[in-house]
């Protein structure tokens, strides 16, 4: 079935760095676009970045310019490299694919939890 597994998160200070993996397994990962979403206490979860079959490429404007999206096909594996992180960057961050199984299904996975603060 499919699967999605984030790891990664953790505490870090302002300005600092982090890179989450989420690797997936259950369907044909080159086939599909992954997506990273991100949840705040007490906000609804929000699209932080995207990335298309072909290694394009989209954006939240909150964090363009300091988080770079990534796909390692070879290990059915995304990346989100966070760099110069906010304290408002503080949410559990999760993956999504969107899967053809007659009809369009999404999967999400656990998250995990990203905190920036001193």
């Known amino acids: 079935q499919v699967q999605l597994v984030e790891s990664g998160g953790g505490l870090v200070q302002p300005g600092g760095s982090l890179r989450l993996s989420c690797a997936a397994s259950?369907?044909?990962?080159?086939?599909?676009?992954i997506y990273w979403y991100r949840q705040a206490p007490g906000k609804e979860r929000a699209l932080v970045a995207g990335i298309s079959t072909g290694g394009n490429t989209n954006y939240a404007d909150s964090v363009l310019g300091r988080f770079t999206i990534s796909r390692d096909n070879a290990k059915n594996t995304v990346y989100l490299l966070m760099n110069n992180l906010k304290r408002e960057d503080t949410a559990v961050y999760y993956c999504?694919?969107?899967?053809?199984?007659?009809?369009?299904?999404?999967?999400w996975g656990q998250g995990t939890q990203v905190t920036v603060s001193s």
């Open positions: 999504k694919v969107r899967v053809w199984i007659g009809v369009w299904r999404d999967y």
């Open positions: 259950g369907f044909t990962f080159n086939s599909y676009a």
